[in-house]
T-cell receptor, first 114, second 113 residues
Framework: NAGVTQTPKFQVLKTGQSMTLQCAQD?????MYWYRQDPGMGLRLIYY???????DKGEVPNGYNVSRLNKREFSLRLESAAPSQTSVYFC?????????????FGSGTQLSVL | AQSVTQLGSHVSVSEGALVLLRCNYS??????LFWYVQYPNQGLQLLLK??????LVKGINGFEAEFKKSETSFHLTKPSAHMSDAAEYFC???????????FGSGTKLNVKP
């Protein structure tokens, strides 16, 4: 079972470069999420998508954009990377509102912005 | 608005000792509460969840948590720590309608031989 797949696993960018983190889930989940994890700050929600065709801001959306391409895929884009965006990024999915089922996480992307 | 606060960023216990990791929540609606564990270089895995069916929730690997509304707490416990329990633990809250999950800052558990 693949579950939630994120690519790439590691990435180094220079300040001002752009990149897209890819995420796909094969569990037919309605909701998908992007989190960033920083030491001492836990996981903070960047954006989430309650269902296909909808996206909404989380706690720390500045500097990011997202696309819910279809029910399976939810990408995160950094248009102009900054050192403050150095972090570990996790994609997650769940069945959706009203279910309160757990989140399924990808294995993470370690991003360094120099 | 919903949030969780985890007291203690690092907890150290001896193998065989009681594990107690603290979590307090803030929620304007009945909360749904979760504990997740993260082993090094991995994503998060669900330990247990509270969804109002019972106040004492049993999870995997011998962990359990008790929901106390009067104290707005959802502390995680395990009677006897094992070396394999060393990991980072996160408390999280979500709401029924929007299904957004908010996480605490995490507690790293160290287990000494």
């Amino acid at each position: 079972n693949a579950g939630v797949t994120q690519t790439p696993k590691f990435q180094v960018l220079k300040t001002g470069q752009s990149m897209t983190l890819q995420c796909a889930q094969d569990m037919n989940h309605n909701s998908m999420y992007w989190y960033r994890q920083d030491p001492g700050m836990g996981l903070r929600l960047i954006y989430y998508s309650a269902s296909e065709g909808t996206t909404d801001k989380g706690e720390v959306p500045n500097g990011y954009n997202v696309s819910r391409l279809n029910k399976r895929e939810f990408s995160l884009r950094l248009e102009s990377a900054a050192p403050s965006q150095t972090s570990v990024y996790f994609c997650a999915s769940s069945e959706g509102a009203g279910s309160n089922e757990k989140l399924f996480f990808g294995s993470g992307t370690q991003l360094s912005v120099l | 608005a919903q949030s969780v606060t985890q007291l203690g960023s690092h907890v150290s216990v001896s193998e065989g000792a009681l594990v107690l990791l603290r979590c307090n929540y803030s929620s304007s609606v009945p909360p749904y509460l979760f504990w997740y564990v993260q082993y090094p270089n991995q994503g998060l895995q669900l330990l247990l969840k509270y969804t109002s069916a019972a106040t004492l929730v049993k999870g995997i690997n011998g962990f359990e948590a008790e929901f106390k509304k009067s104290e707005t707490s959802f502390h995680l416990t395990k009677p006897s720590a094992h070396m394999s329990d060393a990991a980072e633990y996160f408390c999280a809250v979500s709401d029924y309608h929007f299904n957004k999950f908010y996480f605490g800052s995490g507690t790293k558990l160290n287990v000494k031989p």
